[in-house]
């Protein structure tokens, strides 16, 4: 089976507060359909993905602020819109980020993404492992004791299985890893990631690392970059540059490098990579892994910034967290 994915990358104002937000996904409807009606001349689009940040950002120093003013539950009007356009056009929909609260984790502010089907049924929930630290204060899953759900989540449907990761969580290659070894085909990027560690030489880290987790994990890689000018979000611009990659690093597609919305589309094609993965010997690094000749990277460097259940906040501080990586660092001897 071969389809087509759309990655719909947006230069939109900054959301200040919830009603804000509702124009944003106005737009992001508006590319979407432009996406699939636009391409079906041609072929049929059966994945769209929006980037981090489409929904909101945090533009907030705390997280109580960020929870006061752009945080929303799921699911949401936001993500009732997108459903009713999956619907519409019979879509797979990767939503983008939004700021999520969960009465289930009180006091938790999390950068979560979720995979919308055709139905318009939300199917998979993920949120960000590794946020940017120091200056993301989201809250890590992996912070919360007594999390019980999946932290890598990956989702069987008709167009392959796909696991989805956000941004800064791609500089780890034991994210991607995880996915492939839960069983994801393709590998979902949405991505926030800024200048100046963009996307041209001589520090295109945004095209290195794509590459890079698609060859070592014989996975099509679907990477949405948040394309917002400095107009839009002061001080930060971003480079776009979203790219769809084939299992042998190939670039499919790729949109320009620089600010500015932009759509790019290219075959994903389930056959070749589970055709690949089936046949090769040599280059299967998957199953190629000799997990316990690496014992090192089985201790706890950055331990969980543990928030108990009845825990007053479940966000870290810029400060605590500075205070846990100088902590880490002296871990590893640097």
Not at 23 to 41: F, H
Not at 234 to 244: C, D, E, H, L
């Amino acid at each position: 089976m071969t389809y087509y994915a759309a990655c719909c990358q947006t230069d939109q104002p900054n959301p200040r507060d919830r009603e804000q937000m509702a124009d944003n996904t106005t737009r992001i409807i508006e590319q979407l359909e432009q996406a699939v009606i636009g391409y079906r001349p041609f072929h049929d689009v059966k994945l769209v993905v929006f980037p981090e940040f489409a929904h909101a950002a945090p533009i907030y120093e705390s997280a109580e602020e960020l929870s006061e003013k752009l945080a929303v539950e799921f699911p949401n009007r936001h993500t009732d819109r997108l459903a009713d356009a999956a619907r519409k056009h019979g879509v797979w929909i990767q939503s983008g980020s939004f700021l999520e609260v969960d009465p289930r984790w009180t006091d938790a502010l999390f950068n979560s993404t979720v995979l919308i089907s055709p139905e318009g049924e939300i199917v998979s929930r993920y949120r960000k492992v590794n946020p940017w630290i120091p200056w993301e204060v989201h809250t890590s899953p992996h912070d919360i004791e007594g999390y019980d759900e999946d932290l890598f989540p990956v989702t069987e449907t008709e167009i392959g299985k796909l696991g989805v990761a956000t941004c800064y969580d791609w500089l780890f290659p034991e994210t991607c890893r995880e996915l492939t070894l839960g069983g994801a085909e393709v590998l979902i990027r949405i991505s926030a990631y800024m200048d100046p560690w963009g996307a041209s030489e001589p520090m295109d880290w945004w095209t290195v690392i794509n590459r890079c987790r698609a060859i070592e994990n014989l996975a099509a890689v679907v990477a949405c970059n948040q394309g917002a000018s400095a107009s839009h979000y002061p001080p930060f611009s971003w480079p776009g540059a979203s790219m769809i990659i084939d299992p042998d690093g190939r670039i499919l597609a790729q949109a320009p490098t620089g600010p500015g919305q932009a759509t790019v589309v290219a075959p994903v094609s389930l056959d070749n990579i589970r055709q690949q993965r089936r046949r090769r010997s040599g280059h299967a690094m998957p199953a190629h892994l000799r997990s316990s000749a690496y014992p090192l990277q089985r201790q706890e460097i950055f331990p969980p910034q543990i928030f108990p259940p009845q825990s007053s906040h479940r966000s870290p501080s810029i400060e605590s967290l500075e205070q846990s990586i100088e902590e880490a660092k002296k871990r590893i001897g640097w």
